[in-house]
Structures are given as C-alpha cells and as structure tokens.
C-alpha cells in the first residue's frame, strides 16, 4: 500500500493499520495532528508498575519489554513491543487503576503518543477509529490466549520454538535470560536447551 504524501514518515506502519479499519482521510488526520513523536532511550520505563496510563504509544522504532515486577525483586517478562505494535497496559489505561506491569525499552526506540481521552473521543465520534480500536484488542486478545496455551500446554522447547516464530529476529536483538523470562525457564536451563538444539 502507497503512502500518501501528506502522511509523516513516522506515521507511515500506522496509518497502514488504519486503512485496514477503513479510516477516511479527514479521519485520519485528526489523529495524526492531535498525537506527538517521541524518542525514548534504552532502559527507560515508559510506563511504571503502580503509576496510573494515561497513553498508549505506538511503536515505530525500537523494542520494549513488558514484565510483572515480583516482590521478590524478579521479573516475570510477559510479552514485548516491536515495531508496528502498541504498547500500554490496557488494563490500566481502561480501568483507571495503577499499572500491574512496567514497559521498558530494551534499545533506543521512537514511539507515536496517544491521550486515552483523545482516542476515546475519537471511537465516540467516528466508528472508523471505533473499528480500528476493536480490530487492535482483538489481535492483543488473540496473543494473550495463545500466550496462556503456550505455558499450560507446551514443553520448554516448544514454547521457545512458540517465541521464535512470534517475533522473527527478536533472539538477536534481546539478551538470553529476556528469553528465559518469557518462556517461563531459569537463563541455565535456556542455556542448556540451546546447547542440545546445537549439538553440543
């Protein structure tokens, strides 16, 4: 799909997302005029645990991890944000109460902003960003359901399998005991997993 001209190049994936949901024009352009582009630097929370979302943002470049902070001082990594994906904790945002999770950029990243009550006032007034919202839970849905599927039902090295095939090229770009966290394993028992696949 073209990109029109009057379309920034930062906004350019979102506003692909957008004419899946069938956004006109003038539709589109009030969202694009009403968010703002913002760099955010490896290792800075974009959103705390107990701090209340006000924002969802759209990622552009860059990658996040989401991760549950125990009160052991581990954290329990449950999905991560690249590019072409929204990261916020829904329910937070949706419910008004303090995060359970904290966002983390794990490279320097650049992100479009988005006030909740703005796009609440968007899907209010136009059903196309309405669409567009629903569309968006649905795949987050999805996600969560195949993610829960995957720790009740799959060994350790189908749910690695599970990770590679969900984000392509992410082993490269993240830390082994990222990926431990994820699938629910100790960074050694990873280790030992790899070594097996290798042969060695």
Not at 22 to 47: F, M, N, S, Y
Not at 89 to 96: D, K, Q, R, V, Y
Request: charged share 25%; glycine share 4%.
């Amino acid at each position: 799909m073209d990109t029109p001209m009057d379309v920034k190049d930062n906004y350019a994936a979102l506003y692909r997302l957008a004419m899946q949901a069938d956004v006109t024009p003038a539709e589109w352009k009030l969202l694009q005029e009403h968010t703002i582009v913002r760099d955010i630097a490896a290792g800075t929370g974009l959103i705390e645990a107990g701090q209340l979302v006000e924002r969802a943002y759209f990622c552009v470049r860059g990658l996040f991890r989401l991760y549950y902070p125990l009160e052991d001082g581990r954290e329990y990594n449950v999905a991560f944000t690249v590019e072409g994906d929204f990261a916020t904790s829904h329910a937070a945002m949706i419910t008004h109460q303090p995060s359970s999770l904290t966002i983390e950029a794990l490279e320097d990243a650049l992100v479009i902003e988005i006030e909740h009550t703005f796009l609440q006032q968007l899907t209010k007034q136009h059903h196309s960003w309405e669409r567009f919202v629903r569309l968006s839970v649905e795949r987050l849905y999805i996600r969560k359901e195949e993610r829960e599927r995957e720790l009740l039902y799959l060994s350790a090295r189908e749910r690695y399998e599970a990770f590679l095939r969900k984000y392509p090229g992410l082993a490269e770009r993240i830390p082994q005991y990222h990926i431990a966290s994820y699938i629910g394993i100790s960074p050694v028992s990873l280790s030992r997993l790899l070594h097996q696949e290798s042969g060695e």
